[in-house]
């Protein structure tokens, strides 16, 4: 089954914080949380495929350090990342009321292209 991801050579690479209502990813927290930080891979028009990511370590997610994005955060606020392979897309109402907080820089924006599409990692 064809994915957003087959014909990339790299993703949007955009970092935002998401609401968590409109992420399936974590729904069923124990604890819920109002966002998430997700990263964009590809647009559509109006619509926004991005994937979600934790700050629990899983050897299966493919992991961003802090110093390995542009954040706009403060540095107190930055973790390691988790990015899950499982995509998402948002519709309009969601793109609208994401909050930009950094961005990949280019060598990790393809990295994470070639992991999703089951390449082996590089070293940015």
Request: net charge positive; aromatic share 10%; hydrophobic share 35%.
């Amino acid at each position: 089954m064809p994915t957003p991801f087959d014909d990339l050579d790299k993703a949007d690479g955009f970092c935002f914080l998401a609401r968590q209502s409109d992420l399936v990813f974590g729904e069923f927290r124990a604890t819920p949380i109002f966002h998430r930080p997700v990263v964009s891979v590809t647009h559509r028009g109006q619509w926004l495929t991005v994937l979600p990511s934790t700050t629990k370590p899983n050897p299966t997610f493919f992991h961003i350090a802090p110093s390995d994005c542009f954040d706009q955060r403060p540095a107190e606020s930055r973790s390691d990342s988790y990015i899950c392979p499982r995509y998402e897309t948002l519709p309009p109402q969601a793109v609208s009321v994401l909050r930009k907080i950094g961005v990949l820089p280019q060598a990790l924006r393809i990295s994470l292209v070639e992991w999703l599409q089951g390449k082996p990692r590089r070293t940015p």
